[in-house]
């Protein structure tokens, strides 16, 4: 596994990375990591390796796009002096196009996305052990499907940047589209945005099996 | 204008119709209609033409499928001695196969959806100075998924009956399949079923002009 | 229609204006332009329209007068660089005087308001395509009524505004008249100034029909 | 005064009696007899004539017209045994007409409303000291309102039961109108209906000086 | 009656005068003057005598003993421009010497309490047509209780002071000591501090009475 | 002590020993035994004496006078098959012919009081290893009273009963009396009848001191 | 996997098994089975075998035990026809003892325990595809502790019925006894009692290992 | 006793002292000194010695540990200008180890722990009239926990500083050690940390005693 005992890892992003966490950071007891992917990783990797210690924090903000994620990175990332930094960031950047079409200021086109993304793993690639790049997604089976087509763009900015820098990338859009050849979108998210308890494990099990965590103990 | 001075409409189905509506029939002042379709019905109704005074009653009720419906129907609408009885149902017969695949006795085969809307066509009809059917709807614009599918089967049912028994019927699929062409689904729906103000005002529009409403005053 | 693809409206005012908005911008997605008139104007632009994109924008305040106004009009509407400006503004400035006869201060005389309504125009219309002016109203059919009397003066002011600096006027004390000739004012509000929904649908109507919205698609 | 030490005096009516009045029966300690001019009828026998002990019940409830107050009369106001009843009733059987035009049971016409009202007379005289008549009210000032016309109908019935009868009579619809000699509705109530404590001074002042209250002690 | 068309009045003092009132000033429509004496003092004069404009504000504060008075007098009484000044202070200036008789600070002697008030009338009377003195009381009516006789010297204090600069006084411990020949201090107060309806409109009536106010109308 | 391992104790009476006790039967973890003098009984007999097991059960319910007493005894205390009852009752019975002078039903007279009250015991005394009595009482310092005169006919008789039947009888008004030497009723009470902590546990401690209790462990 | 397409599983017990679950049913969309292990069952079902439909209903109650239960059984088990039925009851027969010492019919023997659990096999065995039994346990590590020994007895007892009906036993108490070789009881439950996330997803996995659920997809 | 008239008492530390005090010092009526030892502490002075008065302040913080209590010493100790000082600190120095492994800043070594405690010892005892110490504890009977090794740890600190400084102090974990030979932890609390009221009153019990708290009166 990637992690070592005592490391800390931070993770960050929108409301799917938030999901009611604790602030400032969210960390500790009970409902501090919120009740998303976060928890269920914070949970598995607490219930099944006991043996080692690892500090989960959750600096994820509902309704972020990546130009807020910026404005906040110095604080919510840097400060925090993490080991590790997860980020999953791009779905209101492309969202908001969609569902506010009137504001403008809202809308992130893919250069701005990738320049900003950039930016982001220079400053702290060099001063963590390692960062984990997590794809957007929109639950949306239909690659026809304009939202759809935009949120991939999104994505392969993500998995280029991964290449490029070498870093371990979690592909959930494909995660996402495997399922949907056993059950509907509706099955895991009421706005395909979102995900329930069962979507939020396919996100946490692709992303420990990126990390090489063991299943078997 | 089907309706007439004095009739009294009485509007049912599931939680698309419903909306919050007052118990135990949704009708009379502030939001007594609930806040959906119904209401923008009821709002142009008596803005733009107050000359005419027409009575309109809510009994949708969230989450219920045919066989709810017809449970309920003497009840919520024979009882009422309605002049007219628009019905919209057929959403939740489907939609449960999709996010409760494992609870069997939610799922409505087309054929109980027929013989249902059948029983209940037969009953009212002749009763009643008209009834006007609304179909169920998807906000899916991929006529491939397979809970569109399943939907348009049973809008089939609901336009084939009205053909039928002459009834006047409203494709509401049709109305937000056209609205796509220009706007994504997320914009008027967070869970493609139940819709905002603007797609409630899609859905009063159509059923407006299919009563032969006048906008011009 | 005097309204453009991109372009932005900003709607301001008092209580009738705001209705709950989001604050400090009332835009976006569910109730964020309020649930008033505002929000009707919404729910038919974007229902009727969607090929259109037009922001709307509301910044009413409910208790406000025309110095509330005045006092807060650089930051919300001048630095929100809207292309169009809707404003109705007086109702608080007459009612003050007829329920809080003892709050002196509360009190705005027609000349008070003449000059600063004067004044909000002259420092805006220069910078916008063009202000739409709302008269203020009283629900109130008695001509003879003294709080009625008093808001029709104001009223005055406005349409002599308009016609000076040639802007168009919503005559919303007209339209009341008109529909009480059929209705009762309890009908369409419950203290003669707070329209239900159905009184917010003659508003819209009123504003719509201005500037030259085409109710058929 | 008409009432005696160790008297008991039932209000009833509507929600202008009721103000969120105690169940199943409004008295006692604190708001037990709710918060509008039966309280102040309350206050003011207890605080100026603590020599004298008067039990004071309401059982007014909201929304209720006479239909509704005769279908409890056993139950609300003979059971209770008391000595004096007064009674304000009214009110929703001719505000229904008008904003509610279209849920006809609910409108009650004057002779319905003479005949039931003199029902209750004839089934109560006899088994009281005595009943005092509260007439119903519009806080309209225009007579040609159509509104405050038709109350001014059920008024006449009051009025004229009252004298056929020989029993006191409070003339409510005057004590407004001498009011709004020198203010507006506005100042006493939002909604024409319902007072504020200054309405409410006004009926029970009228109420008291009916009964030969002594206001010098 | 001491107060014209046009006057403003200020109300100040702690929790009796306070009851829940708006903040920072307690005036204009509904409960914003709190709801005890203030209240029906209000109630009173807007009632009988509509001819009158007052202005009654209130700036009471729970708790307050005659030295957070003296600290906000310059906010809550002289910044207001009052006409007349109407002031009840020194009810918890006595009572935590007796519920809270180890917090030192809390407790006034009678010289603190005299010195306190001396100044704010020297520093209020030549800016104001006229000052109101109430006195404390408590609602005991056992003059051998030592709150009761602590309560009394205060009570004297500002008797003698009223005397000495020819101030009207408003005797409230009187007032109460009459009604307890009737009814027993748990009729108008659970404390006996705390005045239900009853109770403030003893104290009202008091202040009216003091003031010239007519009965009359 | 005369309670012994095993034995249940059903305390009863109004808000005194009810004081949000849980229902339907006020014991077990927590607050069940609610938070007044019962639940200092029950922690300083299982702080002190872990070594005995003595089940506590509280039926004290808010506003109860002898008389609802004695309509659930059978119920609330014989049912629970209690070895030891304690009972404190007779507040109400008083206090309501002061602070609800007007209703006499709630007005229970010496005789009908002693009445029930024998009655009671001579219906329990024979089921259970012991009675014991506690006087009613009213935290008023000042004999005169006349509330206070009531409530000691009332204790007159509880203590006199005891004698008669020969059970041990808590004398509480004496134990308030003993205390008002040096401190002053407002420091244990808001209204004289319901004890802050401070006095339930002079309760508390009289109880314990009739029934034997050992401070010393 | 022992379960198959189609199937039904109850899972029923205490609060550990309820964890806020629906009424009267635990199943379906959002939190219907409650948050606690029988969720993560369902999640990773859900996530991992989405091929598989197994529905999942939970009936735990909390606060119960085995003769709660018994009670319920024929409508909280029998009467939803499951093909699988899974028990976790014994906590709070145990428990009682030592939290509520004085309230004897709360104490469960080991006798009534295996008297009725044994009924509870022998009626259900043979109406079910299968029983699987999990142990009540105390997240205690001393295995001296009263409370812990007790509670061992308890497990002993489901065992041992385990073993002579040949059904799957989870034995949860040494799931717990392994995890605290790492953390102490306090990082997965604050009272030893109801697991958090981390000791759910112990209990979790122990269920599905049994039943031969397989981690790899 | 060693508290004499006048003298004032600062109680601080963690939650155990907090338990819900009045913000920003916890004193005077009701509730204020909080709902834990404190308060009980508080009741038994007053009501059994009431001819002392004695000021009892509550400044405890939940979850402080050393570290956080010194950073407010100052303002919340010293500022208070008490004559006594009790302190209670040290649970959550050791319990984050336990339950919030991963996050090391809240893991207070004994070095740390003496080294703070020596620091406040020696600001404060110099300018009071003495300082009583309260070890902490941990209500786990076992004393081969690895928590209640811990913890014996820091109380053997705050015992031998005691010595050293010839301060009074409180063991409270021998008071819970012996209660435990009759009842298990969980009869007292739920956590083993926060005490119900049962273990409030040993607490209190042991600091009485220690101070010297006369329970014969």
């Not at 400032?24 to 099944?48: C, D, F, K, M, Q």
């Not at 903000?61 to 604080?75: F, P, T, V, Y």
């Not at 979102?194 to 090489?212: E, K, Y």
Request: hydrophobic content about 40%.
């Amino acid at each position: 596994m990637l992690f070592q005992n005592g490391d800390r890892v931070v993770f960050t992003g929108d409301s799917v990375t938030d999901f009611d966490r604790k602030r400032p950071v969210g960390e500790g007891l009970g409902e501090g990591v919120g009740t998303g992917y976060v928890r269920l990783i914070h949970t598995l990797l607490n219930a099944l390796h006991p043996e080692t210690v690892i500090r989960i924090s959750n600096t994820g903000i509902g309704g972020n796009n990546i130009l807020d994620l910026k404005a906040r990175w110095q604080e919510d990332v840097l400060d925090l002096q993490p080991d590790w930094v997860s980020m999953m960031i791009g779905i209101n950047d492309v969202w908001r196009r969609f569902d506010e079409p009137d504001i403008f200021e809202g809308h992130i086109t893919p250069a701005q996305y990738e320049n900003t993304y950039r930016e982001l793993i220079t400053l702290t690639k060099p001063r963590v052990k390692g960062m984990i790049l997590m794809t957007p997604y929109f639950m949306e089976p239909n690659r026809e499907d304009p939202m759809r087509k935009a949120m991939d763009e999104m994505g392969e900015v993500v998995k280029r940047l991964a290449g490029e820098y070498g870093l371990p990338c979690v592909d959930t859009q494909q995660v996402f589209d495997e399922y949907f050849r056993y059950r509907h979108p509706d099955y895991i998210a009421w706005d395909r945005i979102h995900p329930n308890q069962v979507g939020a494990m396919l996100l946490a099990r692709a992303f420990l099996d990126t990390i090489g965590f063991s299943w078997d103990v």
